[in-house]
């Protein structure tokens, strides 16, 4: 196996990225899970030249969760730049957020995302929710930048 | 006799013209009839002319020769043949019976030589005030002044026959509207002898003619009218961008007044304007303030350019015409008044949607970590927390899944009235099955007869309608449960096609408060009894409003429930047009 896959969690509400962690570990994903705070942030965790380049993550995560509403840049905003860079155009982007507006919804898929989750109030379901997500972007999918 | 006619009949009047053929025929007759009286010589029309001898043998043999009557001139009738003296008389008599027409004959000079009933009547003199006087006292002094007795006379000497129409005045100075043909007679040697004048009395068809002319005027003007007023009506609704409709209102404005081709129009509205290319300096100008409010935004005016006619150069506005340019004025105050409101909701509509968005992310986000935390902590730390302890944390978590399933039903309701409908044919009854297997799906155990009328089609939007059979039937599956033998009905009202109900037999609802049903949050059973947001039925009203109709509900407690839904396809369309195109706008 190449290098333990990491994950990339765009996420500005510390509830919500602690509920997460928690999810992840009932859920024995025990990969690294980077934490970005807001749009600019995860733009300096992807490319070296954003910031001054100690965020940035080497390899690349193997599937960003992507928030949509997020200070400073948004979601749509990062999803847009990530699709538009040569080094990242193929990077599995899952939007992960509290909105079912059918208008997000096909905005994110229209700008390249992979998959897009709403996040559930019932813990329960969003337990499950994150399990399913790390078994299936974890394991089971094969990213193009494995071998780098 | 028809070559002499017919030679005659080309050298005045409009051909085709009965009215003018009958005089014309009758001055030729008059012509032969004073041939007679006045000679057996004289012939009528011009020198060569053949009428006398046809007109005499018209008149018949065996008729008894004039009596009492004194030739004006020449040689007491001796040369004449009897049988033309009698036809003569006959003539002179039938003549003088004509009413409608004043029949005469002048002497040379123009003195009336001879009088008839017509004349009498038409020109109010007795035969013994006028014969022998100069017939220059028919015409008023103006046509005296200006010779056109005389001119006429002489026209009829050189031409043979003479008509006119024009004013002339009766004995008591009043005037009427006459046609009058002038006809020169003239003895077999050719010399002049006098003349025969034939008036017929028009004032009346003239002023027929006249109203007639002035309806038919009147008429197509209003039409043009109308079809200006239509065409910005059509502008109007169609909603153009503003200036545009200014443009298509200056341009169909010019057909509802009296002359489109020299009519100028400027429109200005706050800060949208339309000049014309070229604006008279002097001619006449309408305007008419456009007011919204009540206070002055702008000004419609309206401009003849002047004519090459000088009389035409300064043209007076009608009533009509200053109605129409204020009818428009007000159209186009109104139209930017709805405008600014429509501009109003759609701002407010914007808003409404991003607070919408705000709700469904921000107030979501604390009822996850609510539920979220809790869980938790009922998972961690399962040993420091007692029975009671882990209640609590449930409740918690209940409450905030609550609230989150409250969120998204007034979500769902907000959309419902936000979305613009899609109109088409839908199946109830297929609706209907399909709602009823996923309430048997979701609910095996819950053994329910279900009755569904075949073929329920109506015109509507499928999806909202949906919604609608979701929840009236997901209200009787859930109401019913208690039920000894559990049934629910969906049809249509045998009498009003366009009604539909849905009936159960289970818990029913008291009567007294069948209108607190459909208001937002109200609960007729608490909800440890049945569960539920509150928010189903106003969810049912918004749709059915939707749909042009209404809803209500008729109860028993314990017996069961009937809700009611009247769909109006064609009422709803008409009212959901603007409101449809402005979402359309809004977006655009």
Known sequence: MAAIKTILLVEDNTDDEELARIALEESRIANEVRIARDGAEALECLYPEEGDGSRVMSPPPAVVLLDLKLPKVDGMEVLRRIRADERTRLLPVVVLTSSAEEEDILNSYGLGANSYMRKPVDFDQFHDMVKQFGMYWLLLNEVPYGER | ?588
């Open chain 2, 1 to 588: 006799m028809s070559e002499a006619f017919a030679a005659r009949s080309t050298r005045a009047g409009r051909p085709g013209d009965r009215a003018a053929w009958r005089l014309r025929w009758l001055a030729v007759a008059i012509g032969g009839a004073a041939a007679a009286w006045l000679g057996s010589d004289a012939v009528a029309g011009g020198p060569g002319g053949t009428l006398p001898g046809v007109l005499l043998s018209m008149a018949g043999p065996g008729m008894v020769p004039p009596r009492g009557h004194a030739p004006r001139d020449g040689d007491d009738g001796g040369d004449t043949a009897p049988a033309d003296a009698r036809g003569a008389e006959q003539f002179r008599l039938l003549v003088q019976q004509v009413r409608e027409y004043a029949i005469f004959m002048l002497d040379t000079a123009g003195r009336v030589a001879t009088w008839n009933e017509g004349a009498r009547r038409i020109k109010q003199y007795s035969a013994g005030e006028i014969v022998g006087r100069d017939f220059t006292c028919f015409y008023p002094e103006d046509a005296v002044a200006a010779g056109l007795p005389g001119r006429l006379l002489e026209a009829a000497r050189a031409a043979g026959q003479v008509q006119d129409e024009g004013w002339r005045v009766r004995r008591d100075g009043s005037v009427f509207w006459a046609s009058v043909t002038i006809t020169a007679i003239h003895d077999t040697c050719g010399a002049l002898t006098g003349y025969g004048k034939v008036t017929r009395d028009l004032t009346q068809r003239r002023a027929a003619e006249a109203e007639r002319e002035r309806l038919l005027e009147h008429t197509d003007k209003r039409m043009r009218e109308l079809r200006c007023l239509h065409r910005v009506a059509e502008e109007i609704r169609r909603e153009p961008p503003f200036t545009e409709l200014l443009e298509r209102v200056a341009v169909a404005l010019p057909e509802a007044m009296s002359r489109p081709e020299r009519t100028r129009v400027r429109i200005r509205i706050d800060e949208y304007g339309r000049e014309p290319a070229e604006w008279p300096t002097t001619a006449v100008e309408w305007s008419e303030p456009i007011r919204i409010n009540g206070a002055e935004r702008g000004v419609v005016a309206v401009a003849y350019m002047g004519g090459t006619d000088e009389a035409e150069t300064a043209p007076a506005f009608s009533d009509d015409e200053r109605e129409t340019i204020r009818a428009l004025a007000t159209a186009l105050g109104e139209t930017t008044e709805r405008r600014r409101k429509t501009r109003e909701l759609e701002r407010y509509a914007r808003e409404l949607e991003a607070f919408s968005y705000s709700v469904s992310h921000d107030l979501r986000a604390p009822l996850r970590a609510l539920d979220g935390f809790s869980q938790a902590l009922a998972r961690k730390y399962p040993d420091r927390l007692d029975e009671r302890g882990r209640d609590y944390l449930q409740r918690i978590r209940n409450a905030s899944q609550r609230m989150s399933h409250l969120i998204d039903a007034l979500l769902r309701l907000s959309r419902i009235s936000r979305q613009s409908m899609q109109w088409g044919p839908v199946d109830l009854s297929a609706l209907a099955r399909e709602v009823v297997q996923d309430l048997r799906d979701a609910d095996p155990g819950h053994a329910v007869e279900v009755q569904c009328q075949p073929r329920l089609r109506v015109w509507g939007d499928a999806p909202l309608l949906r919604i609608v059979l979701q929840n009236l039937l997901g209200n009787a599956w859930k109401f019913s449960r208690d039920a000894a033998r559990p049934r629910i009905e969906f049809g249509r009202d045998a009498e009003h096609p366009s009604r539909f109900y849905v009936r159960d037999n289970g818990a029913g609802f008291d009567p007294r408060y069948a209108d607190r049903l459909f208001g937002a949050f109200q609960r007729l059973h608490s909800e440890s009894e049945f569960d539920g947001t509150g928010v189903g039925l106003v969810t049912v009203k918004r749709v059915v409003l939707r749909h042009g109709g209404d809803v209500w509900a008729e109860g028993t407690p314990g017996e069961g429930a009937t809700f009611w839904f009247e769909l109006r396809p064609a009422a709803a369309r008409k009212e959901d047009d603007g409101s449809d195109q402005d979402d359309s706008a809004g977006r655009g």
